[in-house]
């Protein structure tokens, strides 16, 4: 069965510093992988995605993920982070072909101190 | 553009009355829509996925009595709420997919639904 990890409940990082929130899955096939961000008391917002090609994938925001097929990790990053970049990130992996389905991470909420 | 927004933000009612929750893709048809429940601080849990004119897939352990959902439309998913309980009480997340070209899934705002 598919599934993606989150090892980290909380990351902590100071306005201006570079962010890593960890993601690891586990697939058989080609695995297609996502991020998105939830702010509190809101739906999930789409911030990119890796399907295939380049291993570095850039999305909203000025956030990036790269794909790291031998270590079956997707980090989410970001150079400088913001202390509206605080909130709560989700990794997720499409539940297998034929199907739309997403199997969602338990979450790592970002804390960005000024 | 693939917008969706939901209704309402927010509901409060007493037990043992029925709620309904509407999802709509205001700028795109979504052939498939998802419906989530989030209990606070912990991840989305897929309760149904409903494909446009056709019955609603639950995951196992979600009752189809309970949670009623319907896909009239390629715009539209409702999901209702039976006879409510405490119990209920929850964060609803919707999400619609099926664009073409696209994998993601695009997600509603939300509905806070908290049962007396």
């Known amino acids: 069965a598919q599934s993606v990890a989150q090892p980290e409940d909380q990351v902590n990082v100071a306005e201006g510093n570079p962010l890593t929130v960890k993601c690891t899955y586990s697939?058989?096939?080609?695995?297609?992988l996502f991020w998105y961000v939830q702010y509190p008391n809101r739906g999930l917002q789409f911030l990119l995605k890796y399907i295939t090609g380049d291993n570095l994938v850039k999305g909203s925001y000025g956030f990036e993920a790269e794909f790291n097929k031998s270590q079956t990790s997707f980090h989410l990053k970001k150079p400088s982070a913001l202390v509206s970049d605080s909130a709560l990130y989700f990794c997720?992996?499409?539940?297998?072909?034929?199907?739309?389905?997403?199997?969602f991470g338990t979450g790592t909420r970002l804390q960005v101190f000024p | 553009g693939a917008v969706v927004s939901q209704h309402p933000s927010w509901v409060i009612c007493k037990s043992g009355t029925s709620v309904k929750i509407e999802c709509r893709s205001l700028d795109f048809q979504a052939t498939t829509m998802f419906w989530y429940r989030q209990f606070p601080k912990q991840s989305l849990m897929l309760m149904a996925t409903?494909?446009?004119?056709?019955?609603?897939?639950?995951e196992q352990g979600v009752e189809k009595d309970k949670f009623l959902i319907n896909h009239a439309s390629l715009t539209l998913s409702t999901l209702t709420v039976t006879s409510a309980h405490p119990e209920d009480s929850s964060f609803y997340i919707c999400?619609?997919?099926?664009?073409?070209?696209?994998?993601?899934?695009?997600f509603g705002p939300g509905t806070r639904l908290t049962v007396l």
């Open positions: 697939v058989s096939g080609n695995p297609y």
């Open positions: 409903s494909n446009e004119g056709s019955k609603a897939t639950y």
């Open positions: 997720a992996v499409r539940d297998g072909l034929g199907t739309d389905k997403l199997i």
């Open positions: 999400s619609a997919g099926g664009t073409s070209g696209l994998l993601e899934q695009f």
